[in-house]
């Protein structure tokens, strides 16, 4: 894995400040203190210096695996609330004005508000 990779890995996983928590996360499932400064460590410096050692490859790789799990969990109790709240909502005061029917919570979506995520360009 590539000093470049692991940022990814952790920018996507905990947010631009993921060291700390990239760290814990990778010591759970190493069963071994992985300290932050070690993280800054392995994504400092220019590729050869101190690269990521290749067995954390399948720990950050189960990390993510982790997060997703925990995030479509977080996203499916999310769906159901809406759901709920929504269409009480829209049905009682209509949708931004008009009617009501076709309407979905997609349309509700504002681009502009859309978490602005790390892109991996090669």
């Given at each position: 894995?590539?000093k ?24 759970h499932?190493r ?9 800054s ?5 220019p590729?050869?210096?101190?690269d990521?050692?290749?067995?954390l490859?399948p ?18 109790t ?5 759901t ?13 004005g008009?009617?009501?029917?076709g309407?979905?919570?997609d ?11 790390p892109?991996?360009?090669?």
């Amino acid at each position: 894995m590539t000093k470049k990779e692991l940022a990814l890995y952790g920018e996507l996983m905990f947010g631009p400040r993921f060291q700390p928590r990239l760290a814990a996360i990778l010591s759970h499932f190493r069963g071994k203190p992985i300290a932050s400064a070690q993280v800054s460590q392995w994504l400092a410096g220019p590729d050869g210096q101190r690269d990521p050692p290749d067995w954390l490859d399948p720990l950050v790789v189960r990390a993510a695996i982790q997060m997703r799990h925990d995030l479509l969990a977080r996203a499916e109790t999310l769906e159901a609330m809406n759901t709920k709240h929504f269409y009480s909502e829209v049905t009682k005061h209509g949708f931004m004005g008009g009617p009501w029917k076709g309407v979905r919570d997609d349309d509700y979506v504002d681009p502009e508000a859309t978490v602005k995520l790390p892109t991996n360009s090669n």
